[in-house]
């Protein structure tokens, strides 16, 4: 993975790095870290596999879904301790840098709200036809699979490319998330940048 240590995260450096495929995380103290893993996750945008199950809680309307509403909050909900996360990477540092990079209009975020209450979430940054998902949060179950399934469809309708989600996990496999050599990322997110796409 070879992490080198972070510069400042202003806006132009966080973009640049983005294009080439960097991306921050911070350890426990708060020291950040620019990070591009070798393989590297992404979630195709055209064959993201949504359970029946699932696809029959989209559809049901439980979640009232929003987009870029409450992007500050979205990320404090991901920067929470859970269970099995009780630690985080985003640090007060980057959530600014990223709240900011909102503000800027290239971070983005799917919500799900249940009675007028934030229960999940997910957020990234957009550069042209790459959209780089940095984290999710759910207070309830399925809020933050619902959140994806509709950032994912937003993504499509968008003409985005690339859905970058970094790692592969559990909850990702299941959604179709692949592993591939950062060889084979580099020349899709050579590809990504070189398209328009709407959020």
């Not at 983005?18 to 020291?31: I, N, V």
């Not at 985005?160 to 299941?174: C, E």
């Amino acid at each position: 993975m070879c992490p080198s240590r972070s510069r400042a995260l202003s806006p132009e450096i966080l973009i640049a790095a983005y294009c080439r495929g960097l991306f921050p995380m911070a350890d426990e103290p708060g020291t950040i870290y620019w990070y591009d893993p070798d393989p590297r996750a992404i979630l195709p945008i055209d064959s993201v596999h949504v359970s029946r199950r699932l696809l029959r809680t989209v559809r049901s309307g439980r979640f009232t879904v929003r987009a870029d509403t409450a992007f500050r909050d979205v990320v404090e909900g991901c920067a929470a301790p859970a269970p099995g996360r009780e630690k985080t990477w985003i640090s007060p540092e980057i959530a600014e840098a990223y709240v900011e990079l909102h503000r800027l209009g290239f971070a983005h975020c799917v919500e799900t709200w249940l009675d007028e209450e934030l229960a999940g979430g997910v957020y990234g940054v957009a550069v042209r036809g790459l959209f780089a998902a940095e984290s999710m949060f759910s207070r309830t179950t399925d809020a933050s699979k619902v959140a994806l399934v509709h950032l994912v469809e937003r993504l499509r309708l968008g003409g985005f490319t690339l859905l970058d989600v970094q790692f592969v996990t559990p909850h990702l496999r299941r959604f179709g998330a692949l592993e591939i050599s950062r060889t084979r990322y580099r020349a899709l997110l050579a590809q990504a940048l070189g398209v328009e796409a709407v959020f």
